[in-house]
Structure formats: structure tokens, C-alpha cells
């Protein structure tokens, strides 16, 4: 889209496009432990229906997904996998940290094998705190995360993804648009906590 | 064992009251000794609750065959003991206490041991509808005990874990790698000189309490002290 | 080689000379296929390498510990109170039952029982997170076999047991109830009216499965005659709870042995199975379903008055010993050995837990069974990964 990342982007296409991208969401289900059965009352259950926020649960891969939502005790022996599937989504891409043992390890702090945080592998957008979290607090904590992308700067996002090599090489041959493009670090997320509360 | 509904326990010092007898568990002894012999070091029969049987290290395939054609052909577990009290404490003490000396003695449990470490091992008769357990010691100088992998096809997992967790070694296991944690893992998690580090570089953050711990002369605390100091 | 049926000897064979054709200059390899770790039709993060020759499996192998938390390692850094929050983690779907054993150890070592009214609540909150439990395996069975449908059922009718666990615990699975001599709290008002009207709800759950999944001609053929276990292999392994009831043996540990618990007081009854294939480790807990629904029916009328709690200090020490309970979980045979030197927490835990004697029956299980049923017998074993992995 030459529009978006020259950043000569309307404001109101910004905003259409962006309340449409947050009510079509394809979520990745990451579940591991416990929370992975909270997830699916929240996101298969007719109580606590989340396809009403217009969040698809089951994608068929995770390189079709838009955002991930790591439920569940996240272990050394684990980590890698879970960076691999973050390196698979394509971007724009967020995470949400469900459960207290993906937020800062929960109550396994102490453990010899468990990683304390998902924070620690992937970048992460909101954070919802429990044990497990009831699943109003799961769709909370996606409300939330849909009202952030309803206000992002698609413009900035889109130029500061970090170029993978072979989309380096090949921006690099059309050389009017490497200037364009400088390769920079992920964008910096603040992340947003549900519940509200300074993350400690 | 004295439960609640029971009588109230006799005063009179002298009167011992006499146990009901656990002719089951007697019988079982009985015939294991039969069976083994001289490589039972050590019997603690708790009469119709459960019955503890500590062996010879050099015995303990041989225990398992006897047990398995005594009639235990039900499979519980497997696993071992570390008897070291941990160097690190609980990680609970309060820090503005004074630090406790900690205690070093390696004292062995039910069947008493010679060695730090121990294996155990628990088998069913699902028939007699009883179990047992097996214990032995593991040499401290060279920690490998038999496999039992022949006998009961179901302690390869355990006694993988075992391995992984404790660095006591099986002979004679077909493939004793690593169960639960990655190749590169170094050291043995559950003896009790692994330290959990998170622990020593954050202490418990329930320590500091808002309110005081209760304090332990309550009259309630002395009444279920003295209850118990009776029966 | 004889206790195994005639296909699987001849599968047998196929693979010996699979794995001999592997190892000579061929045109053909064999594929080495992994599945998980994340892979919807396993309850959590297993990963099952094979190595198959065509559609059959040659040799395979559970890859655990993708949630090894430690919990041995845990427990002896913690109190007896702070252990029970813990342990429910474990059997992650049926939480209470977790609580239940370790807490019987505990009282085991103080030689103190909970009160009667203590006993048959703690009965009751068991069977129930046993219905939870079982239920949502039953939703499960369907997915794994290719059928989501069962699943939303599962989910909604759980539901209304969750609400019971959360109206007497607070919590809708890791309730935290059981203490050492006795219960929490007592029941709310209206507690035991809503039971009973959940509990009839979840009889008609159970025949809706019965009708939808079991009497599905798919799943007969694909479950009945896979995966045979004879029972001695059963023995072997330490196979327990409803895998080993499906394979011919009568044993039932809330029947057969003597615990303050309550089951003695219900009239039920213990369900077996002569064949031993998946089928028979489906049907044999759906009927506990039902069992369950009338054991709680039954408890329900004979609650009696009294304290929920005995006397215990309020800093609880436990005095030094070994103990050693196990109970009939949703799962198999859940045990705790207690040792206890006196202090506030315990020395050592060893955790007993069901799953892992019933997963390392699966490099026997899946020899020269084709590649779909690798799945089928997966799901009828019925695992949950921090059972296996603890």
C-alpha cells in the first residue's frame, strides 16, 4: 500500500481502517495450562461467546492469525517454540498474556523450569492478571486491546517494521524506496494491563 | 492410630492398650521373608493402615521379582529420597529475626537407612487389596541401584525421572535420558543442595506482613497441644 | 508376542521389517513425523515423535516436559496451606480432587479426621469436579476425533458445575477449599437445591453424548478394536482408573479401600469393561459420569449437621513422619507421599499422578497401529499434560 507507508495516509481512512482491522480479529489460541480451558470457555462457550466482538478463535495457522493469546505456564523447555511462533505471524501482530504464570510466572516465580513471563520472549500488549482469569476478564482484556488498535498510527507502525532479509534484498533492488525504508527496532509498545494498575 | 471418635486414651501410664492385629500384612512379611530372606534390613508395619520395607541395595531387583510373584503385579511408582536437610532454608524466615542455625544431621525416616539418599518404590495387590512400600539405600560413593525395568515394564519412566532429578543411576535400563528438562540442563533439581534462585536473589515477598503472625501461646493452640500430648 | 491380538502380531512383524528395510541402502525412507507440541488434539503441550513406515507407525515416543513446573521441588519451599493452593494446578480440569489426598496425608501424619459433615462435602465437591472433569473429555473425544459439535456442549453443560464450584469456593476451578481438618467455609443457602437441578441437567448431557458420539457409526469403527491393552501389560504399567476398569480388572480405590471420605454411604457401582480397546476407556467413563451423578444425588439427602472443621492450632505443624494416600481421581490413582520432619511445610512430596503411569504405556500402545488412530488411542488413554508433567 504506497499510501500508508510514505505516511500520506487520510485521517479518516486511518480510522476506518483501523476500527475494521480491530473488529475482524483472527486470534492464534497459545494455550498451554489451565488458562488454555478458561480461554476456551471464554472463545467456545455460548456463555462467554467472544465472536460477538468480532474475534474469530480458530485460524488455521498462525501466519494467518492477527494477535496471540498465550494462556498458560510458559516453561524453558517451551520458550522456543513460542518464539518461533511469534516469528511466524506476519505483521501487525499483537499478544495478550493471559493468566498470572504467562505474566511474570505466577505462582511457579521460584521454579527451576519455568519462565518467568512470556514478556521475557515476546512483546506483549495486554496483560490480563488471575488464576485463571475469568473469562469476562479474557474479554476485557481483548476490548481493550481492540480500543488501542482503533487508535494506532498505521502510518508509523508500517515503517517500523524491521525489514526481514529477503524483504531487505528485494527493497534494496528497487533502490527509490530503500530510503524509505530504515530498518529500526520493533515499535514500542506500552502495554496495557486489565483492571487497570501500574505493572510492577 | 487414635482417631477422634475413638475412646478417650487411658491415663494409666502402665495399661498399653492392645492394637488390633493386621494378619494381612503380617502374612505378607512373613512370606517376603520367606521369599528374600535375609535382605529385609528393616519392617514398619503400621497394623490395617500400611506396612514399609527397607532391603538390602544388593536386593532390590530381587524384591521386586518376589513382591511381583507374591502377588503385587499393580505398578505405583518409583522415585527417591534425599535425606540432607536443605542448606537454603524454607526462603520464609523473617529478616529481621535473628538466622537459625540450620541443621545439618541427615536423619532417614520410617525405616530408618545408612545413606542419603534412597530409593522407594510402591506396589499394589489388587486382589488382597494392599499395598507396600519398598525402600533401599543408595551408596553414597556410587549411586546406581538395579533397574527394575525387567521386572515391572512401567518403571522406565520413573525410573528416567528418577535419574534426571536425583543423579542416581539405574543398571542394566535400556535408555536413561533426560524426562522433563532440556538437554543442557545442568545439575540434579531435587537434591536438596540445588538451589531455587529465584528464591535467593527475591525473598518470599509474604514475609512483611501488615499484620503480625498470630501469636502462638492462643488458648485454643494450647488446648489442641495438650489434647494431642495426651492421646 | 501371544497377548497380543493377531493384527497387531502381524503389524508387529510389518514394523520389525520396516525397521530393517530402514536400516539397509533403500529407495524409500521412513518419515519421521512430530506431532505437537501445540496441536489441538492434545490436551496441552505433548509432543509425540514416530517414526513410520507408510501409514504405520514403527516406533514412538511422547516427548514430555514442555510443562515440567517443578512441583516436587515447590513443595518443600512451602507450607502445608501454600502446598494445597498449589496442588490444585496439577489436574488442571478436576481441581478439588487434587486437594484431597495431599490434604488426607497431612491429616494422616497429625492423626486427627475431619468432621462427618466436613467428609461428605469434601465427597461431594470430589464427585463433582469429577463430572467437570470427565465431562469436558467427553466434548474433547469429539474434537480429536474430527467431531467439534460435542465440544460446545461439553463447555456449556460444565458451565453449570462450574457455577456450584464457585458458589461454595469462590473459585471456578482451583477452589483452595480443603484444609487440614476440614472444609473452609460451609455451603451457601441454596446450595444443595441447584446441585440437584445441575445434577439432573447433567444426566441429560451425558445421554445427548451417548446418542451423539458413541452411537456415531464413525466412531464405533474407528475406536472399537484399537489399542488393546490386556490387562497384565495394564498391571505392568501402573495403568489406573478408568483405563484399567476398561481392561477386564475390578478395582475401584474409592470402594477398596478405607478412607474418611463418604463413598460408603451412596449405593453405586463399580463399572468394568472385558475388552480393553478405546472404546471400552470411553464407555467405561461415561457410565462414571452417570455413577458420579448418583453418588452426589445420594450425598445430597444425607448431609449431616455439625462442625466443618475440627480443632487444629492456627500455625499448623505437622508432626515428623511418612505418609502415603492415594485416591480414585477423575484421571486414575492420584497420590501423595508425605515426609514430614515437623515443620510448617512438608520435607518431601512425592506426587503420584495418574497421567504419567498412563502415557508411558504409548511407545508400547502405538506399535504398528496406523497413523489416525495414533490419536484415537491417545484420546481414550485421556491424559492432561500437568498431570504428566507435574
Given at each position: 500500500m504506497g499510501l500508508v507507508d510514505k505516511g500520506r495516509m487520510p485521517a479518516p481512512l486511518t480510522k476506518l481502517f483501523n476500527m475494521s482491522r480491530s473488529y475482524s480479529l483472527w486470534v492464534y489460541q497459545w494455550g498451554?495450562?489451565?488458562?488454555?480451558?478458561?480461554?476456551?470457555?471464554?472463545?467456545?462457550?455460548?456463555?462467554?461467546?467472544?465472536?460477538r466482538l468480532g474475534v474469530i478463535p480458530l485460524p488455521a495457522s498462525p501466519r494467518q492469525a492477527d494477535f496471540v493469546c498465550v494462556s498458560g505456564t510458559v516453561t524453558d523447555k517451551m520458550a522456543p517454540a513460542v518464539k518461533r511462533l511469534w516469528e511466524q505471524m506476519p505483521e501487525p501482530k499483537?499478544?495478550?498474556?493471559?493468566?498470572?504464570?504467562?505474566?511474570?510466572?505466577?505462582?511457579?516465580?521460584?521454579?527451576?523450569?519455568?519462565?518467568?513471563?512470556?514478556?521475557?520472549?515476546?512483546?506483549?500488549?495486554?496483560?490480563?492478571?488471575?488464576?485463571?482469569?475469568?473469562?469476562?476478564?479474557?474479554?476485557?482484556?481483548?476490548?481493550?486491546?481492540?480500543?488501542?488498535?482503533?487508535?494506532?498510527?498505521?502510518a508509523a507502525k508500517w515503517r517500523g517494521i524491521e525489514a526481514t532479509p529477503n524483504e531487505q534484498a528485494r527493497l534494496d533492488r528497487e533502490s527509490d524506496r530503500s530510503a524509505a525504508v530504515a530498518p529500526a527496532a520493533e515499535p514500542e509498545r506500552e502495554p496495557i494491563v486489565v483492571g487497570g494498575g501500574p505493572i510492577e | 492410630?487414635?482417631?477422634?471418635?475413638?475412646?478417650?486414651?487411658?491415663?494409666?501410664?502402665?495399661?498399653?492398650?492392645?492394637?488390633?492385629?493386621?494378619?494381612?500384612?503380617?502374612?505378607?512379611?512373613?512370606?517376603?521373608?520367606?521369599?528374600?530372606?535375609?535382605?529385609?534390613?528393616?519392617?514398619?508395619?503400621?497394623?490395617?493402615?500400611?506396612?514399609?520395607?527397607?532391603?538390602?541395595?544388593?536386593?532390590?531387583?530381587?524384591?521386586?521379582?518376589?513382591?511381583?510373584?507374591?502377588?503385587?503385579?499393580?505398578?505405583?511408582?518409583?522415585?527417591?529420597?534425599?535425606?540432607?536437610?536443605?542448606?537454603?532454608?524454607?526462603?520464609?524466615?523473617?529478616?529481621?529475626?535473628?538466622?537459625?542455625?540450620?541443621?545439618?544431621?541427615?536423619?532417614?525416616?520410617?525405616?530408618?537407612?545408612?545413606?542419603?539418599?534412597?530409593?522407594?518404590?510402591?506396589?499394589?495387590d489388587l486382589d488382597?487389596?494392599?499395598?507396600?512400600?519398598?525402600?533401599?539405600?543408595?551408596?553414597?560413593?556410587?549411586?546406581?541401584?538395579?533397574?527394575?525395568t525387567t521386572v515391572f515394564a512401567g518403571a522406565n519412566w520413573h525410573e528416567r525421572e528418577c535419574h534426571e532429578m536425583f543423579g542416581i543411576?539405574?543398571?542394566?535400563?535400556?535408555?536413561?535420558?533426560?524426562?522433563?528438562?532440556?538437554?543442557?540442563?545442568?545439575?540434579?533439581?531435587?537434591?536438596?543442595?540445588?538451589?531455587?534462585?529465584?528464591?535467593?536473589?527475591?525473598?518470599?515477598?509474604?514475609?512483611?506482613?501488615?499484620?503480625?503472625?498470630?501469636?502462638?501461646?492462643e488458648p485454643d493452640a494450647d488446648q489442641a497441644a495438650q489434647e494431642e500430648s495426651a492421646s | 508376542m501371544t497377548m497380543m491380538s493377531e493384527r497387531q502380531q502381524l503389524s508387529y512383524i510389518a514394523s520389525q521389517a520396516a525397521d530393517a528395510r530402514l536400516n539397509v541402502e533403500l529407495e524409500t525412507e521412513g518419515m519421521t513425523l512430530n506431532i505437537g507440541p501445540q496441536h489441538p488434539a492434545t490436551h496441552g503441550t505433548l509432543r509425540i515423535i514416530c517414526r513410520l513406515d507408510g501409514e504405520q507407525v514403527v516406533w514412538a515416543e511422547p516427548g514430555c516436559g514442555y510443562m515440567h513446573r517443578g512441583y516436587e521441588k515447590l513443595t518443600e519451599v512451602r507450607t502445608f496451606p501454600q502446598v494445597?493452593?498449589?496442588?490444585?494446578?496439577?489436574?488442571?480440569?478436576?481441581?478439588?480432587?487434587?486437594?484431597?489426598?495431599?490434604?488426607?496425608?497431612?491429616?494422616?501424619?497429625?492423626?486427627?479426621e475431619a468432621p462427618p459433615r466436613a467428609q461428605v462435602i469434601r465427597t461431594i465437591l470430589f464427585e463433582l469436579s469429577r463430572i467437570a472433569n470427565v465431562s469436558l473429555f467427553l466434548g474433547d473425544l469429539g474434537v480429536q476425533m474430527g467431531a467439534v459439535t460435542p465440544v460446545f456442549l461439553a463447555f456449556?453443560?460444565?458451565?453449570?458445575?462450574?457455577?456450584?464450584?464457585?458458589?461454595?469456593?469462590?473459585?471456578?476451578?482451583?477452589?483452595?477449599?480443603?484444609?487440614?481438618?476440614?472444609?473452609?467455609?460451609?455451603?451457601?443457602?441454596?446450595?444443595?437445591?441447584?446441585?440437584?437441578?445441575?445434577?439432573?441437567?447433567?444426566?441429560?448431557f451425558c445421554d445427548i453424548i451417548e446418542d451423539l458420539l458413541f452411537g456415531n457409526e464413525i466412531f464405533q469403527s474407528r475406536m472399537r478394536g484399537i489399542g488393546i491393552i490386556p490387562a497384565d501389560i495394564a498391571k505392568d504399567y501402573g495403568l489406573s482408573g478408568a483405563n484399567l476398569r476398561a481392561s477386564g480388572v475390578d478395582f475401584d480405590l474409592r470402594r477398596d479401600q478405607v478412607l474418611p471420605m463418604a463413598w460408603d454411604k451412596a449405593d453405586w457401582k463399580v463399572w468394568t469393561h472385558p475388552d480393553g480397546d478405546s472404546f471400552a476407556r470411553c464407555w467405561v467413563r461415561l457410565q462414571e459420569t452417570r455413577e458420579s451423578c448418583k453418588i452426589v444425588d445420594q450425598l445430597l439427602d444425607q448431609i449431616p449437621a455439625g462442625p466443618i472443621m475440627t480443632k487444629v492450632p492456627r500455625i499448623i505443624?505437622?508432626?515428623?513422619?511418612?505418609?502415603?494416600?492415594?485416591?480414585?481421581?477423575?484421571?486414575?490413582?492420584?497420590?501423595?507421599?508425605?515426609?514430614?520432619?515437623?515443620?510448617?511445610?512438608?520435607?518431601?512430596?512425592?506426587?503420584?499422578?495418574?497421567?504419567?503411569?498412563?502415557?508411558?504405556?504409548?511407545?508400547?500402545?502405538?506399535?504398528?497401529?496406523?497413523?489416525?488412530?495414533?490419536?484415537?488411542?491417545?484420546?481414550s488413554l485421556y491424559f492432561i499434560l500437568g498431570d504428566i508433567d507435574r
Amino acid at each position: 500500500m504506497g499510501l500508508v507507508d510514505k505516511g500520506r495516509m487520510p485521517a479518516p481512512l486511518t480510522k476506518l481502517f483501523n476500527m475494521s482491522r480491530s473488529y475482524s480479529l483472527w486470534v492464534y489460541q497459545w494455550g498451554l495450562a489451565c488458562c488454555a480451558i478458561e480461554m476456551g470457555a471464554a472463545f467456545g462457550s455460548p456463555r462467554y461467546d467472544v465472536m460477538r466482538l468480532g474475534v474469530i478463535p480458530l485460524p488455521a495457522s498462525p501466519r494467518q492469525a492477527d494477535f496471540v493469546c498465550v494462556s498458560g505456564t510458559v516453561t524453558d523447555k517451551m520458550a522456543p517454540a513460542v518464539k518461533r511462533l511469534w516469528e511466524q505471524m506476519p505483521e501487525p501482530k499483537y499478544a495478550i498474556s493471559m493468566g498470572s504464570c504467562a505474566n511474570c510466572g505466577g505462582p511457579y516465580w521460584d521454579s527451576y523450569s519455568v519462565t518467568k513471563g512470556v514478556d521475557q520472549i515476546i512483546p506483549v500488549d495486554v496483560y490480563v492478571p488471575g488464576c485463571p482469569p475469568r473469562p469476562e476478564a479474557l474479554l476485557e482484556g481483548i476490548v481493550l486491546l481492540q480500543q488501542r488498535i482503533k487508535n494506532e498510527d498505521m502510518a508509523a507502525k508500517w515503517r517500523g517494521i524491521e525489514a526481514t532479509p529477503n524483504e531487505q534484498a528485494r527493497l534494496d533492488r528497487e533502490s527509490d524506496r530503500s530510503a524509505a525504508v530504515a530498518p529500526a527496532a520493533e515499535p514500542e509498545r506500552e502495554p496495557i494491563v486489565v483492571g487497570g494498575g501500574p505493572i510492577e | 492410630m487414635a482417631r477422634l471418635s475413638d475412646a478417650p486414651p487411658s491415663t494409666d501410664a502402665d495399661e498399653t492398650p492392645a492394637l488390633p492385629g493386621d494378619g494381612l500384612r503380617e502374612g505378607i512379611v512373613d512370606d517376603l521373608r520367606n521369599r528374600i530372606g535375609d535382605a529385609i534390613v528393616d519392617v514398619h508395619l503400621v497394623p490395617n493402615d500400611d506396612l514399609w520395607v527397607r532391603v538390602r541395595t544388593d536386593a532390590w531387583r530381587q524384591t521386586a521379582d518376589a513382591l511381583k510373584a507374591a502377588g503385587f503385579t499393580f505398578f505405583g511408582f518409583l522415585s527417591g529420597l534425599d535425606w540432607l536437610p536443605s542448606p537454603y532454608g524454607k526462603g520464609e524466615e523473617d529478616p529481621t529475626a535473628e538466622p537459625e542455625e540450620p541443621d545439618t544431621e541427615i536423619r532417614q525416616g520410617v525405616t530408618g537407612g545408612d545413606t542419603r539418599f534412597q530409593v522407594f518404590a510402591r506396589l499394589v495387590d489388587l486382589d488382597r487389596h494392599v499395598g507396600i512400600t519398598v525402600k533401599a539405600d543408595v551408596p553414597d560413593d556410587e549411586p546406581v541401584v538395579e533397574t527394575w525395568t525387567t521386572v515391572f515394564a512401567g518403571a522406565n519412566w520413573h525410573e528416567r525421572e528418577c535419574h534426571e532429578m536425583f543423579g542416581i543411576g539405574f543398571a542394566g535400563h535400556p535408555d536413561l535420558r533426560n524426562m522433563y528438562l532440556p538437554g543442557d540442563f545442568e545439575g540434579y533439581p531435587l537434591r536438596k543442595d540445588f538451589p531455587l534462585l529465584s528464591r535467593m536473589i527475591k525473598p518470599w515477598p509474604g514475609i512483611v506482613d501488615v499484620e503480625p503472625m498470630p501469636v502462638q501461646d492462643e488458648p485454643d493452640a494450647d488446648q489442641a497441644a495438650q489434647e494431642e500430648s495426651a492421646s | 508376542m501371544t497377548m497380543m491380538s493377531e493384527r497387531q502380531q502381524l503389524s508387529y512383524i510389518a514394523s520389525q521389517a520396516a525397521d530393517a528395510r530402514l536400516n539397509v541402502e533403500l529407495e524409500t525412507e521412513g518419515m519421521t513425523l512430530n506431532i505437537g507440541p501445540q496441536h489441538p488434539a492434545t490436551h496441552g503441550t505433548l509432543r509425540i515423535i514416530c517414526r513410520l513406515d507408510g501409514e504405520q507407525v514403527v516406533w514412538a515416543e511422547p516427548g514430555c516436559g514442555y510443562m515440567h513446573r517443578g512441583y516436587e521441588k515447590l513443595t518443600e519451599v512451602r507450607t502445608f496451606p501454600q502446598v494445597t493452593t498449589l496442588v490444585n494446578r496439577i489436574d488442571w480440569l478436576g481441581s478439588f480432587a487434587n486437594e484431597v489426598p495431599f490434604i488426607l496425608a497431612a491429616e494422616k501424619l497429625m492423626e486427627i479426621e475431619a468432621p462427618p459433615r466436613a467428609q461428605v462435602i469434601r465427597t461431594i465437591l470430589f464427585e463433582l469436579s469429577r463430572i467437570a472433569n470427565v465431562s469436558l473429555f467427553l466434548g474433547d473425544l469429539g474434537v480429536q476425533m474430527g467431531a467439534v459439535t460435542p465440544v460446545f456442549l461439553a463447555f456449556r453443560d460444565r458451565e453449570y458445575v462450574l457455577n456450584l464450584i464457585e458458589g461454595a469456593t469462590g473459585g471456578r476451578f482451583h477452589p483452595n477449599f480443603d484444609r487440614i481438618g476440614g472444609l473452609k467455609d460451609d455451603l451457601p443457602k441454596g446450595w444443595i437445591d441447584e446441585t440437584r437441578q445441575a445434577i439432573a441437567k447433567l444426566r441429560e448431557f451425558c445421554d445427548i453424548i451417548e446418542d451423539l458420539l458413541f452411537g456415531n457409526e464413525i466412531f464405533q469403527s474407528r475406536m472399537r478394536g484399537i489399542g488393546i491393552i490386556p490387562a497384565d501389560i495394564a498391571k505392568d504399567y501402573g495403568l489406573s482408573g478408568a483405563n484399567l476398569r476398561a481392561s477386564g480388572v475390578d478395582f475401584d480405590l474409592r470402594r477398596d479401600q478405607v478412607l474418611p471420605m463418604a463413598w460408603d454411604k451412596a449405593d453405586w457401582k463399580v463399572w468394568t469393561h472385558p475388552d480393553g480397546d478405546s472404546f471400552a476407556r470411553c464407555w467405561v467413563r461415561l457410565q462414571e459420569t452417570r455413577e458420579s451423578c448418583k453418588i452426589v444425588d445420594q450425598l445430597l439427602d444425607q448431609i449431616p449437621a455439625g462442625p466443618i472443621m475440627t480443632k487444629v492450632p492456627r500455625i499448623i505443624k505437622v508432626p515428623e513422619g511418612e505418609a502415603w494416600v492415594s485416591t480414585e481421581n477423575p484421571l486414575g490413582e492420584m497420590g501423595y507421599y508425605v515426609v514430614s520432619k515437623g515443620d510448617l511445610g512438608p520435607f518431601r512430596v512425592k506426587i503420584r499422578s495418574a497421567s504419567f503411569n498412563n502415557i508411558s504405556i504409548v511407545p508400547w500402545a502405538l506399535k504398528g497401529v496406523y497413523v489416525p488412530d495414533i490419536i484415537t488411542i491417545l484420546a481414550s488413554l485421556y491424559f492432561i499434560l500437568g498431570d504428566i508433567d507435574r
